[in-house]
């Protein structure tokens, strides 16, 4: 309604300055093709800003999708459809790592090895399996996926990850490099302990078991894991909604799969039996 004021002189124009709440109206003014757009996190007014302000509300809320609206100056918004949503990681966090059972290392390869390729998805995850499997929980430790790596750095990684956090496996889709896979990562450690793995149903049929672990409130994030969640909120029942492919989810989805949803459905309870 602002805008029938502005009525008079040669070039009327208007300021709107707000945190970008994902409403409509913000969405509309963005939209506007006459619209000019400047963005500046919180970071940018240090000099005007107490100090201990900014250390108090950078441990409470980096990292977490209030952080990311107040702090970054980023408008958050929920894709129809979307297997995960920003919002729901920030009842997931967490600021120390607990005891866990087992720890994968899951690398979903790319295709080619040059500037221009996808991302290598290198995400390690850990579990808590004791007790039923209703009771196992698991933590998503690190995002150490590379971009534009060549298939020794990228198997460099993933091994560094595997020392890292001292893990226990180390989980890799073969449908594109086949045995190449395994071998560029023995050549790195020729002792790793190796599970190939062959994706044979579509990447959003495979995320939906692991996306129900999330609504279950089953799997916890430690933080700097941004690029990893804006990934995962753009996958959508549809299937991804961003530009190339989804590299680190689907790595995430291969290493809660080899830690919970697979070794969940063969678990058995105790049985009695009459003799």
């Known amino acids: 309604q602002l805008q029938f ?21 913000l969405k509309a003014i963005l939209k506007n093709p006459s619209t000019v757009k400047t963005h500046a996190p919180t970071e940018a007014n240090r000099a005007y800003l107490a100090a201990s302000f900014l250390e108090e509300v950078q441990a409470r809320f980096a990292g977490s999708s209030l952080g990311k609206q107040e702090l970054e100056g980023l408008l958050l918004e929920d894709i ?52 039923p499997p209703q009771d196992w929980r698991a933590v998503v430790l690190e995002d150490a996926s590379v971009t534009g790596a060549s298939p020794d750095e990228w198997a460099r990684a993933a091994i560094a990850a ?81 530009k190339g492919s989804p590299d680190r989810v689907d790595a995430l989805v291969w290493a809660l799969t080899d830690l919970v949803v697979e070794p969940s459905e063969t678990h058995r309870r105790p049985q009695v039996r009459a003799l």
Request: aromatic content about 4%.
């Open 162 to 242: 595997m020392d890292r956090h001292k893990a226990d496996r180390l989980v890799a889709e073969v449908n594109q490099g086949g045995d190449l896979v395994e071998r560029m990562i023995r050549q790195i450690d020729p002792l790793v302990p190796y599970r190939a793995v062959r994706a044979t149903r579509g990447k959003v049929v495979r995320a939906e078991p692991v996306s129900a672990l999330y609504e279950q409130g089953r799997v916890s994030h430690l933080r700097g894991l941004d690029k990893l969640e804006a990934q995962m909120c753009l996958m959508t029942q549809m299937g991804y909604q961003g």
């Open 5 to 25: 004021a502005l009525r008079l002189g040669d070039n009327p124009r208007q300021v709107v300055t707000t945190t970008p709440q994902n409403v409509a109206v």
């Open 80 to 131: 129809e459809g979307a297997l995960w949503r920003q919002s729901g990681f920030d009842a997931l966090r967490l600021s120390a790592v607990p005891h866990l059972s087992r720890i994968v290392v899951a690398v979903d390869p790319p295709v080619t090895g040059h500037k221009g390729s996808d991302e290598c998805g290198i995400v390690v995850v850990g579990a808590f399996t004791d007790g």
